[in-house]
């Protein structure tokens, strides 16, 4: 399916309070039927509930790698995160970035997911580039892709790092 892109993210919005709520940056839509092509806009740091974000996660399969039996774990992933990008389609969460930012050196990626019924649309695209400039330009954007994504992210453009290393959670 294709889509023309209308881009209304400002400056003014980035350098806005990192935590306000419900900017609309920007919205996908179809050319030429709107009844039948979906019209996805995308919000920055718009509430979510954790069962909305489990939803998502849910219909993404990211839910496998995550803790959504957990509704307070999921809540405090929520409640500390720094950046939330959202993809809307009629009033459905149909896509979600949750990243951890200084704002200025490093932002790291932990979630992204996009509904399997809207996937190959661009909307996981539209997401990390949304989160990166959100960050702000001085800011490397990190992530550890899940094993269904590895093949993923070099098609977006991201570049592979060698020297990664991490201690694993515990629980
Ligand atoms: C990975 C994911 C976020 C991609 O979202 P998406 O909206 O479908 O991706 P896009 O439409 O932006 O895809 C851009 C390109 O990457 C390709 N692509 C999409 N998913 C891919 C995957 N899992 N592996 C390899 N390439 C993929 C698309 O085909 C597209 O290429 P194209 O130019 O040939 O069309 C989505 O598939 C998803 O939620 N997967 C399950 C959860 C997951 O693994 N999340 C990542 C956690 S690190």
């Not at 092509?37 to 509430?47: D, G, K, L, W």
């Not at 702000?136 to 990664?164: D, F, S």
Request: include cysteine; proline fraction near 5%; aromatic fraction near 8%.
């Amino acid at each position: 399916m294709k889509f023309v892109q209308k881009y209304v993210f400002s400056e003014k919005m980035r350098l806005a309070q990192p935590r306000a709520h419900r900017v609309t940056v920007c919205s996908v839509r179809g050319p030429a039927n709107r009844d039948t092509t979906p019209m996805i806009t995308y919000e920055t740091n718009r509430p979510l509930t954790a069962l909305d974000f489990i939803g998502v996660l849910n219909r993404s399969t990211l839910g496998e790698r995550r803790p959504v039996h957990d509704v307070t774990r999921i809540q405090t992933m929520l409640d500390h995160a720094d950046l939330l990008v959202t993809a809307w389609c009629h009033g459905l969460l149909v896509g979600v970035s949750r990243a951890l930012t200084d704002y200025s050196f490093c932002c790291y990626l932990s979630d992204l997911a996009v509904d399997e019924g809207y996937q190959h649309r661009g909307i996981g695209k539209r997401l990390v580039e949304l989160t990166h400039e959100m960050a702000g330009p001085q800011t490397t954007l990190i992530l550890l892709a899940a094993p269904k994504a590895v093949g993923y992210y070099p098609k977006i453009g991201m570049q592979r790092h060698e020297a990664c290393y991490t201690f694993d959670r515990t629980e």
